[in-house]
């Protein structure tokens, strides 16, 4: 693999222990998937950040990168951590564990990373611009990066972006090559997804029958971006997709051709698909509520409160966002009507990255396949999907 000569300083160790062993993780990464060369990365998105998923010996790495006082050099986001970093009592969750998760954070921050901790890095300032080569790890903020922004990124390991992060380098390699971003899948919509449960479903169908396709899907002729995002989330979870393009609606669609999209292997969606796709994995009662996976905008918060003005939940409901959506949403006054009508937002953690099985709960709702797929298989959690405005309805007085 061709390092040029300041990359070569890096692995030999000029710029120190820490950054040496960060190229040497990535010329390693390199070579297995063999690629060319290093690119330069505009901006780095690290995921492991959880104490409860990487533990000890993940604390103890991070801590001596930061005494070893390595820096980052390009712009870099945290993924969410395993709590609400001033209402882990509320959650219920102990000291010990408190304690270790600020450590990790505080190592971060020693570095220079930024730590909001998000999967919506776009949505708190992590926003390359369109052709940016960036290193980004968490699944939904990959695929969202790839195919609603047009940046370009693999789905990297919280170890490799960390890597990159540090380097301002990535190997040049899978989807930061164009060849490699044209459609393998063409998805016929027959129907109109007209909620976020109906995107995260139909993201989750293609992801499950086309694992490491790049879908192009044509028929959804209108999206929000936060549809966008539901979409991509159900896209990447039950598959290891990380890239989409959506007809007339993401910026790399009008570079393709009919001739492009004609020899593609062809699968159709329609309404009947969703519903049963919901009835199979969908369990019948919750005793909790989860919305926010991926973290909730600004936009969707504020959905929330308008429903719940003036109302009162009659089960726990949990609403996950970032810190930085979150105080937006605080001076709006969206905070304060959802909690007062008794439920509880927040910031920079979700479900799965939390120690969840210490908590009780045991049957959840929400509208999320990624948390669906995840939930019962990490933390023993039955799921429920709803759409947002129903589960709201079901539980209100
Ligand atoms: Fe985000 Fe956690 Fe869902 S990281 S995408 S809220 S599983």
């Not at 936060?226 to 007339?248: F, M, N, P, Q």
């Not at 409160?305 to 970032?322: H, P, Y």
Request: with cysteine; hydrophobic share 35%; aromatic share 8%.
């Amino acid at each position: 693999m061709y390092l040029n000569r300041e990359e070569e300083r890096m692995l030999d160790g000029e710029f120190g222990e820490g950054v040496a062993k960060c190229m040497k993780l990535l010329v390693t990464l390199g070579e297995l998937f063999e690629a060319k060369e290093m690119v330069k990365i505009r901006s780095s998105h690290v995921s492991g950040v959880s104490y409860k998923n990487i533990g000890d010996p993940g604390l103890e790495l991070i801590e001596s990168f930061a005494e070893e006082n390595v820096k980052v050099k390009v712009k870099t986001t945290l993924n969410p951590m395993g709590m609400d970093r001033e209402r882990w009592k509320e959650m219920g969750l102990e000291r010990s564990f408190a304690e270790k998760q600020l450590r990790i954070v505080k190592a971060y921050e020693k570095m220079g990373v930024i730590s909001t901790c998000t999967c919506t890095p776009y949505l708190v300032g992590n926003n390359p611009k369109f052709g940016e080569h960036v290193a980004w790890a968490e699944t939904s903020a990959t695929v969202y990066a790839n195919s609603v922004l047009g940046a370009k990124t693999n789905r990297e390991s919280g170890l490799s972006a960390f890597a990159s992060a540090v380097t301002g380098r990535t190997p040049y390699y899978g989807y930061h090559l164009e060849e490699n971003r044209k459609p393998t899948v063409h998805v016929k919509l027959k129907f109109k997804p007209k909620d976020s449960l109906e995107f995260s479903v139909l993201g989750y169908l293609v992801g499950k029958n086309f694992p490491n396709s790049v879908p192009f899907i044509s028929g959804l002729h209108e999206a929000s971006l936060d549809e966008l995002k539901t979409l991509g989330a159900g896209l990447a979870s039950a598959g290891a997709i990380t890239l989409y393009h959506v007809e007339k609606l993401t910026p790399e669609s009008r570079f393709f051709r009919d001739e492009d999209v004609k020899n593609c292997e062809k699968f159709s969606v329609g309404q009947e698909d969703i519903r049963k796709t919901i009835s199979e994995i969908s369990e019948e009662e919750f005793d909790c509520v989860f919305l926010g996976c991926p973290h909730c905008s600004l936009e969707q918060l504020e959905n929330v409160a308008d429903f719940l003005r003036g109302k009162k939940v009659n089960c726990r409901l949990w609403v996950f966002t970032s810190k930085q959506v979150f105080e937006k949403a605080k001076k709006l006054g969206y905070i304060d009507i959802i909690e007062s009508a008794g439920g509880l937002v927040l910031s920079d953690t979700c479900m799965i990255v939390s120690p969840f099985e210490k908590l009780n709960i045991t049957k959840v709702v929400t509208d999320s396949c990624k948390a669906a797929y995840y939930l019962p298989s990490t933390v023993g959690v039955k799921v429920k999907l709803e759409n947002p405005r129903k589960i709201l309805e079901e539980i209100t007085v």
